[in-house]
């Protein structure tokens, strides 16, 4: 009990942060510009320890079930921590562009930041890394048709029609996820695996001296963390709209937080996987979450727009488009062929590094 007490006092600390935030809150938000941006920052470094023993959960249920419902069990789970800080964020002070502007960030962050890194790190200790090429056209064409669908024809729609797009896009978005879940746990599923013969006979004898894995313990830790989360972002949000006026901060700031914070355990998980030489493992994640944040958050996003009354601001700018184009138009060139390289690695991390230098400018 007392081991997994001190396994779990990332968690425990997270949850002491949560419930000295509430009665705090105040002092917080009426203390000052200063005050109030230290606080978020707390807040954040809370949150961020919490979501990553969510994801160290995840990947243990992840281990125990296999590929491809590991990646989607660990991708799920960020998505989840995603919808639960956005729909706490947009509730206290909405926003109409942060959902666009996370989605957004969430994909460069994802495909150019993650797989970059990881195709980068791999390709200088391995050389060629090899993965389901099956995977990855698939991972592509769903993501282009999700983006095209809720982020860019929303540029094309009259505002008086929002709810009605609003309501077809949400149903687009399920038919799309029930396909790809099909397909991901049904007969399609060999196209998101790939075999490591060498690695499982390394592994095997040290696998049997593993302790078991509890999944109920798992699952129990899993959403206790993101119900956690949440109560973290609630105080979060108003701290950090507080610390962040009239700072002069990029807009887009916050929506780069949020896709940070979900994402940071899943960068660890890739770089692991890329070091192991396992690369279908960094697809699965990168393109998987990518496709997860478009394809689960903007149903759930939009449902609520709806219900509050409040209409989204989708459509992507002219640079976020300009930019989405040249990501997925790179990704289907460098993941055609099976085999990933440290240049590939580098193209998409230049992209990265361009997608932070125009959010710095505030593009």
């Given at each position: 009990?007392?081991?997994?007490i001190?396994?779990?006092?990332?968690?425990?600390?997270?949850?002491?942060a949560?419930?000295?935030?509430?009665?705090?809150?105040?002092?917080?938000?009426?203390?000052?510009?200063?005050?109030?941006m230290?606080?978020?920052v707390?807040?954040?470094?809370?949150?961020?320890?919490?979501s990553?023993?969510?994801?160290?959960?995840?990947e243990?249920?992840a281990e125990?079930?296999?590929?491809?419902?590991?990646?989607?069990?660990?991708t799920?789970?960020?998505?989840?921590?995603?919808?639960?800080?956005l729909?706490?964020?947009?509730?206290?002070?909405?926003?109409?562009t942060?959902?666009?502007?996370?989605?957004?960030?969430?994909?460069?962050?994802?495909?150019?930041?993650?797989?970059?890194?990881?195709?980068l790190m791999?390709?200088?200790?391995?050389?060629?890394q090899?993965y389901?090429?099956?995977?990855?056209?698939?991972?592509?064409?769903?993501?282009?048709?999700a983006?095209?669908v809720?982020?860019?024809?929303?540029?094309?729609?009259p505002?008086?029609?929002?709810?009605?797009?609003?309501?077809?896009?949400?149903?687009?978005?399920?038919?799309?996820?029930?396909?790809?879940?099909?397909?991901?746990?049904?007969?399609?599923?060999?196209?998101?695996?790939?075999?490591?013969?060498?690695?499982?006979?390394?592994?095997?004898?040290s696998?049997?001296?593993e302790?078991p894995?509890?999944?109920?313990?798992?699952?129990?830790?899993?959403v206790?963390?993101v119900?956690?989360i949440?109560?973290?972002?609630?105080?979060?949000?108003?701290?950090?709209?507080?610390g962040?006026?009239?700072?002069?901060?990029?807009?887009?700031?916050?929506?780069?937080?949020?896709?940070?914070?979900?994402?940071?355990?899943?960068i660890?998980?890739?770089?692991?996987?890329?070091?192991?030489?396992?690369m279908?493992?960094?697809?699965?994640?990168?393109?998987?979450?990518s496709?997860?944040?478009?394809?689960?958050?903007?149903?759930v996003?939009?449902?609520?727009?709806?219900?509050?009354?409040?209409?989204?601001?989708?459509?992507?700018?002219?640079?976020?488009?300009v930019?989405?184009?040249?990501?997925?138009l790179?990704?289907a060139?460098?993941?055609?062929?099976?085999?990933?390289n440290?240049?590939?690695g580098?193209?998409?991390?230049?992209?990265?590094?361009?997608?932070?230098?125009?959010?710095?400018?505030g593009?």
């Open positions: 009990m007392i081991k997994r001190v396994e779990e006092k990332y968690l425990l600390l997270a949850l002491v949560a419930i000295a935030a509430y009665p705090l809150e105040p002092l917080m938000v009426h203390g000052g510009q200063a005050r109030a230290i606080c978020a707390l807040l954040v470094v809370a949150i961020i320890l919490a990553m023993r969510v994801a160290h959960h995840a243990l249920l125990k079930v296999g590929d491809p419902y590991g990646t989607m069990i660990l799920l789970s960020a998505v989840l921590v995603e919808v639960v800080i729909a706490i964020m947009i509730s206290n002070a909405p926003s109409p942060l959902v666009r502007d996370t989605i957004y960030s969430a994909v460069m962050l994802d495909i150019n930041g993650i797989l970059g890194l990881a195709a791999g390709g200088l200790k391995h050389g060629e090899s389901n090429d099956d995977s990855a056209r698939t991972y592509s064409v769903m993501i282009l048709t983006m095209g809720s982020m860019v024809v929303p540029e094309f729609i505002e008086g029609r929002w709810a009605l797009y609003s309501a077809f896009t949400i149903g687009a978005m399920l038919v799309l996820y029930s396909l790809f879940l099909r397909m991901q746990v049904g007969p399609h599923s060999y196209f998101f695996s790939y075999s490591y013969p060498e690695k499982k006979r390394r592994s095997e004898p696998e049997a001296h302790a894995v509890s999944t109920t313990l798992s699952i129990g830790v899993l206790f963390g119900v956690v949440g109560a973290l972002a609630e105080v979060m949000s108003k701290a950090m709209d507080v962040l006026e009239g700072s002069g901060a990029p807009p887009v700031l916050s929506a780069i937080l949020v896709a940070a914070i979900s994402a940071s355990p899943e660890l998980t890739a770089l692991r996987a890329a070091l192991a030489n396992r279908q493992s960094v697809v699965n994640i990168a393109l998987g979450a496709l997860s944040t478009v394809i689960l958050t903007v149903p996003m939009e449902a609520m727009a709806i219900y509050m009354g409040q209409p989204l601001q989708m459509a992507m700018t002219p640079v976020q488009t930019m989405a184009v040249i990501t997925l790179v990704c060139i460098n993941l055609n062929d099976g085999q990933t440290a240049i590939e580098m193209t998409h991390f230049v992209l990265f590094a361009t997608f932070i230098m125009l959010s710095l400018l593009l």
